[in-house]
């Protein structure tokens, strides 16, 4: 019989690449590893890595197991999600990850849903960018990742992970309310100082996109993915930036104006589980505390 344990570490390794990665996200030594990985080539009666400079990569027979490892852990998400389910109460800790605005906007509202319906059920929860959340996900580090898709920017589906649409959200442009930055249409903003996500991830991608789009290439004088920090550069009159409109749940705008952007645009917001695990009950729990959260804010 396999062992489960080390399949888990097998497939692990060909997602993450290396085995000092694989070592970091469980907490092993990337010897550990090694020698299970070993223990399994004993087992299976084949080689299953192969030597590449420094590194190592999984042969084709280590890739037909991990093939058949996804479909067991998909298994062993649905019977844990069946046993949960027979239980009269939702208990327990689910381990959330989720990205700044709907951690502001959403989450804590929810929580306060579920500490009224669940009061067993315990909720951590983590700030993470999408990318490094689903990986956590695939890794059994959270069992519930907020994930966020933008227009003409699809994401591909991950293998593994079963997602739900929770939203729809408005971007807008946000602008002083007083000084030579208050213009009602983006291509008036040519030239002025703007701040946006890192050029290297989705939303900062997006942005520079949107520019381009309105015919001029922006001046990013500030690169933070903290939208608080966003939202002060542009109240004290030292930038522009494109703020979702989930950030103004329960306050008002007062400090800057914002004006719809060309064709007004609207990010995809959603929740992602590993496969077999939507049954969970304290993840269906949060789904539906969520949509609650969403239904009261529309």
């Given amino acids: 019989m396999l062992d489960i344990h080390r399949l888990r570490l097998l497939r692990e390794l060909d997602r993450r690449g290396t085995l000092a990665a694989v070592a970091r996200a469980l907490s092993y030594s990337p010897s550990a590893i090694s020698q299970q990985l070993t223990q399994l080539e004993a087992e299976t009666g084949v080689t299953l890595l192969e030597h590449v400079g420094r590194g190592v990569r999984l042969t084709e027979q280590a890739r037909i197991l991990v093939r058949h490892t996804e479909v067991i852990l998909e298994r062993l998400e649905l019977a844990e999600a069946e046993l949960a389910a027979s239980m009269t109460e939702v208990t327990g800790t689910l381990r959330v990850a989720s990205f700044q605005s709907v951690m502001l906007a959403l989450v804590p ?17 983590t700030q993470r960018d999408a990318d490094i959340a689903f990986a956590g996900l695939l890794a059994h580090d959270f069992d519930v990742v907020l994930g966020e898709e933008y227009p003409g920017l699809p994401q591909p589906r991950m293998p593994g992970v079963d997602e739900e649409d929770l939203t729809y959200d408005e971007m807008r442009f946000a602008v002083p309310r007083s000084g030579p930055w208050r213009q009602d249409t983006l291509a008036r903003l040519a030239g002025a100082p703007f701040v946006f996500d890192p050029d290297g991830i989705v939303p ?32 004290t009159g030292h930038a522009v930036a494109f703020l979702p409109d989930l950030l103004w749940t329960d306050r008002t705008p007062d400090t800057v104006v914002l004006h719809h952007l060309p064709g007004r645009p609207h990010r995809r917001l959603f929740t992602g589980v590993r496969s077999g695990a939507g049954r969970q009950p304290a993840v269906q729990a949060f789904r539906e505390a969520l949509r609650s959260t969403v239904t009261a804010r529309d």
């Fill in 109 to 125: 509202a929810a929580l306060s849903v579920l500490a009224g319906r669940h009061p067993g059920l315990r909720v951590q929860l």
């Fill in 204 to 235: 900062g991608q997006w942005a520079r996109t949107v520019c381009r789009s309105a015919g001029f290439e922006p001046d990013v004088r500030f690169a933070s993915g903290d939208l608080l920090l966003q939202v002060r550069l542009v109240e």
